[in-house]
């Protein structure tokens, strides 16, 4: 997945992605998964910071504009669709990243909800 999302998105940024964030629930799955996706985005050269969140989070926003200090070229949201499709609108008003990766959301749902973005944005 790593390197399918580099490919992805690569060709349609300004330069060479080379630092991104892991954004995810810090729930059991969230910890799995998160921990093999890392070495995978590191295995490709990226330097990785790893942002967890509560389950229960809706106001996605302090940590949002912490990652946005972070200054990464893609924020990845990791495996839980309901909370990429709250925290990601909030990401997208606050310009946190120019690109995104949304895993776990379903690409009817994303256009169901007439999301849109002026930045690259792929989904698993």
Request: no cysteine; hydrophobic share 40%; glycine share 8%.
């Amino acid at each position: 997945t790593a390197k399918g999302v580099l490919s992805l998105l690569t060709p349609q940024l300004k330069s060479p992605p080379k630092h991104s964030v892991v954004f995810v629930g810090n729930d059991a799955t969230g910890q799995y998964l998160s921990s093999h996706y890392v070495k995978a985005l590191e295995a490709e050269g990226q330097k990785v910071d790893l942002v967890q969140y509560p389950p229960d989070t809706t106001d996605f926003s302090p940590l949002l504009t912490r990652i946005k200090g972070m200054k990464p070229d893609i924020v990845h949201f990791w495996y839980n669709g309901d909370s990429t499709l709250t925290a990601f609108p909030q990401a997208l008003k606050l310009g946190v990243a120019p690109s995104y990766f949304l895993f776990g959301v379903d690409p009817g749902i994303y256009q169901e909800r007439s999301l849109k973005a002026a930045v690259p944005v792929t989904m698993s």
